[in-house]
């Protein structure tokens, strides 16, 4: 492998990334900009709000498996319980994620909070109430992707740990066996 791969490496899903990054940008930039458009709020609030939630499903269900190979899901089960339920490909695959598509995956994942958290002091700074709204249910739903894909993220690693160290035990154990067989 050629070490300088990685600076020269292109995305391996451009179309993936597009859709990653247009959902999160439409949404901030009709924000920001629908003021100088519109003069009523339930229009901002809506399509503002739709955007965000597009946002959100494209994030969650095809761009954070496409891009660095995890799912997430919450479900409810029999005792009324809220469970994370989480899916992540197999390490080998993993390994072969693109790693410029995983960096605009994270990357975007947190600016896009970052941009909706000041976009909220900004409208508390300016006693926006009923914009502050907006910000926060599309704060909310950039927060729960974060909150999720981390979590997969994590339960990713102790997947690896676990299947590392069963491989190793196995091996040991196996050449022990060996050793004694010969014996």
């Not at 901030?28 to 503002?48: G, H, K």
């Not at 072969?96 to 995956?105: A, E, G, I, T, Y």
């Not at 000041?118 to 739903?141: M, N, P």
């Amino acid at each position: 492998m050629d070490p300088n791969q990685n600076l020269t490496e292109n995305y391996a899903n451009p179309k993936t990334c597009f859709f990653h990054v247009l959902f999160k940008a439409a949404a901030l930039a009709f924000y920001i900009l629908s003021a100088l458009f519109f003069d009523s709020f339930v229009i901002i609030f809506v399509v503002t709000v739709v955007l965000g939630a597009l946002d959100f499903w494209v994030v969650k269900n095809v761009s954070g498996r496409i891009l660095v190979g995890l799912r997430w899901w919450n479900e409810i089960n029999d005792q009324g319980e809220s469970v994370w339920k989480f899916e992540c490909l197999d390490q080998e695959s993993l390994a072969r994620m693109n790693k410029k598509d995983s960096w605009l995956f994270w990357w975007t994942l947190y600016l896009t909070a970052a941009a909706w958290i000041f976009l909220g002091i900004f409208s508390l700074i300016r006693f926006q109430a009923d914009y502050l709204l907006v910000v926060g249910v599309c704060l909310s739903l950039s927060i729960a992707n974060i909150i999720g894909f981390t979590k997969c993220r994590k339960d990713a690693k102790k997947q690896l740990q676990a299947f590392a160290s069963q491989t190793i035990a196995s091996r040991v154990t196996s050449t022990i066996q060996s050793a004694f067989s010969v014996v």
